[in-house]
């Protein structure tokens, strides 16, 4: 671990950044350029006393783990995440690291959505990050752990859970949708992938999976129109817009609803309470 060298990458990020850069308001006048530490350490999750402590080059060595939140609360390009691995002592990420690294360019989107809900994912329907108003509505999705980090694998092995924000005369397209998503993404990566082992515990735990694979349907999602029940607010009425990273391995889902509608008041009114009454139905 080369701590002088860490120390110094983090600080010229940081003081690169803006932060309208991250989704921040300017706030009051800053006596020095870019992000405050405490700024970060709140992006990336950590305390903002470990953060210092990086920055001061007498931190502990930091793990992988959270050398990936830094790596996205500081908008690193991939080069960038890999040079931040090596220099805090760790081989550059692993395959599945590298996957989840959010594209700066989703993120610099995202951050700049805060009056709907939206959220990137990967090509296996894994949440990578959420704004405010995503977690509101759809809970937050973060705390999930191996194949269940898939939406598509907790859509067919937690179906009492998952598919409860859908109507009933709703899921059996969103099932078949699911699984066209998923062999697209199958297509891509290879039977000798993430993407294949997630098909094969499928095809273990659903039989309902099993029997929808076989029809061989291909589709990415680019727009949708849906309706979602809220545990509060009931059913809201909105338009899915998806926007691709250019190898199509992540994905900006967009949720509104036309101005004047239903959908679009109780949208509105999600943004004013919150999410913090909302987080114990996920």
Request: aromatic share 6%; hydrophobic share 40%; glycine share 6%.
């Amino acid at each position: 671990m080369d701590r002088a060298e860490l120390a110094t990458f983090l600080s010229r990020r940081r003081a690169a950044l803006r932060p309208a850069d991250v989704g921040l308001p300017p706030g009051a006048r800053r006596r020095t350029p870019g992000l405050r530490r405490e700024e970060v350490a709140s992006l990336a999750g950590m305390s903002t006393d470990y953060y210092t402590r990086l920055e001061q080059r007498r931190g502990p060595h930091p793990s992988a783990q959270l050398l990936t939140a830094l790596a996205r609360a500081l908008r690193l390009t991939d080069d960038e995440r890999d040079y931040l691995f090596r220099v805090a002592g760790h081989n550059a990420p692993t395959s599945v690291v590298a996957a989840t690294h959010v594209a700066p360019a989703l993120l610099r989107v995202l951050d700049r959505l805060d009056d709907t809900p939206a959220l990137i994912l990967s090509a296996l329907g894994e949440t990578l990050v959420q704004n405010r108003l995503a977690v509101a509505l759809l809970g937050d999705r973060s705390g999930y752990t191996g194949l269940s980090r898939s939406e598509i694998y907790r859509w067919f092995t937690a179906p009492e859970h998952e598919r409860r924000m859908y109507p009933e005369d709703d899921r059996a397209r969103q099932s078949r949708a699911q699984v066209a998503n998923l062999r697209t993404s199958y297509g891509m990566m290879g039977d000798a992938s993430a993407a294949g082992d997630l098909v094969r515990a499928l095809h273990r735990e659903s039989a309902e999976f099993a029997e929808l694979w076989q029809r061989h349907e291909v589709a990415k999602r680019f727009a949708d129109h849906k309706t979602l029940l809220h545990p509060e607010l009931g059913a809201i009425e909105l338009d899915c817009q998806v926007l691709f990273t250019e190898d199509q391995s992540q994905a900006l889902l967009v949720l509104t609803a036309a101005p004047g509608t239903e959908g679009h008041a109780k949208l509105e009114l999600l943004g004013v309470v919150g999410h913090e009454r909302f987080t114990d139905a996920q």
